[in-house]
């Protein structure tokens, strides 16, 4: 069972604070401190008195330690949530630190009722703009948005995600408006409630049970993968139909299930509304610079070839870079403005790398300048000169072995080998031994059954991550990909009733209406 909670460490970290900053404080702070202390020392007082009381009379294994101001240990039916799910999440043997005790109190604390309204059992994330916490709603649920939500009607469990103050309230209205709107799909995340008080907000989301990321990307097998990949598209198809780019997919950011093959995405901090650029638009738009234009431009550039300028008086370029090292997309990196919900798409793409080579993170940049570099030894220098002037940017490189395309067959098999010199580094029964079977360092693929399906799965990930994003599939079209031929058939069935149904509407919006003589519905 999940330990009680010692809250005498609370009282004993509370008095090595007085001790160190009585002298610097105010008189309004010795106030609000001497406050803090009285709850502390009546707070250890009820919880004593609540152990002892509870030694006699409660089984261990039929309490969940729920953290709230009005009584900080108290026990919740194990029939109605729950027990071993909270269990299962936070493990048999946790216990929450003094840290995230404190942390929740304070939280409480800083939003008056919220207490009553939702338990809170522990922290269970924390990001640049955000801490997540693990907890039940305590009345009848107040939620009233209709989603679809299937996957989640099991559990009565959220997420609380406190939005820092430090962050604008243009970007929390941004945020949580998108999440209003991309209600309704079974891979998006949907919001639940939202509460503010003054200046703190909190976003009430499902909490979906799942496993990171680094316990299964080595172990997942090939229909593991398909089950990821066709998730994480449909998810990206739903909200580009919207118009909104997530900027931000990531495997943190897609929380997967792999014993039950489902996913759902989540975090909208850096998500935006798609608008096209119409003044000073890149070149992208128009298909970039040709070559003619390019040597006209190199014959009259007064620039120095080697090297770079000490003063450099050219205007810097400025576009959007909201993303996480090691996936953005090459656009992205080449500071275009009229970057496209495609930007996605690449993310995907490296995802499934990560996935099909075993390795994470697949790409380690601490810089765009790095960023471009490990690109260049998978493209080749050829195509990302030809990929920078897309974007009306010249690109040079004075390393001779980086001129040609790697293909990803090789890059995948090269990247197991080099773990298995390493060591012990997959199981007998890893399905990373079996691309060993079907693709050799060269990346060519034996032509089989599944040599078939790894070729499958290369294709997708060149799609995916195309160099050029004017060329680059959308999720829709990748969700027709021959790779998810075992989820096709059904969404192809679901379509044909789709259409089926509109034919049949079709024929009601015929009748008319005597009074008026106007088409209507019924």
Known sequence: PIPSCDWSSDVCSSDLKRQRSDNNESILEQVQNENKRKKLTELNELTTNENNNNDNNTDDNESIEIINTDSRVSTADAEDITYNEVQSILGVNYTIPNSIKEEIIELFESFPNLNKIYEIYSKIGEGTFSSVYLGKERKVSRFNNNHDNKRNKTSSLVALKKI?????????????????????????????DVLRYEDQVIAVLPYYKHSDFRDFYRDLPLI??????????????????????????????????????????????????YEPVINNACPCINGGFNNEEISKFEKLSVYPKNGYLKDDQRPGRRANRAGTRGFRAPEVLFKCNCQTPLIDIWSAGVMLLTLLSRRFPFFNSTDDIEAIMELINIYGTIEMKECANLHGL????????????????????????????????FAEDSPAWEILSVIDKRGRIIDNKLGNEYNNAIDLLEKSMELYSNKRENAENLLK???????????????EEGYANDDDDDDDSDVTNDENNTPYLD
């Open 224 to 273: 593991g993968i398909k089950n990821y990949m066709f998730d994480l598209f449909q998810a990206i198809e739903f909200i580009h139909k919207h118009d909104v780019i997530h900027r931000d997919i990531k495997p943190t950011n897609f929380l997967y299930n792999p014993f039950t093959g489902k996913g759902v995405l989540v975090d909208f901090g850096l998500a935006e509304k």
């Open 481 to 495: 990909h021959e790779f998810f031929k075992e989820f096709r058939t059904e969404v192809e069935e679901e379509d």
């Open 164 to 192: 820092y103050v430090t962050s604008s309230p243009q970007r929390i209205f941004n945020e949580l408006n998108l999440l209003y709107i991309l209600r309704g799909n079974e891979n998006v995340a949907p919001l639940l």
């Open 394 to 425: 010249n690109l040079d490189c004075n390393i001779p072995k980086m001129k040609n395309k790697i293909s990803f067959s090789a890059i995948i098999a090269n990247s197991i080998l080099m773990d298995c010199k390493e060591g012990d580094t």
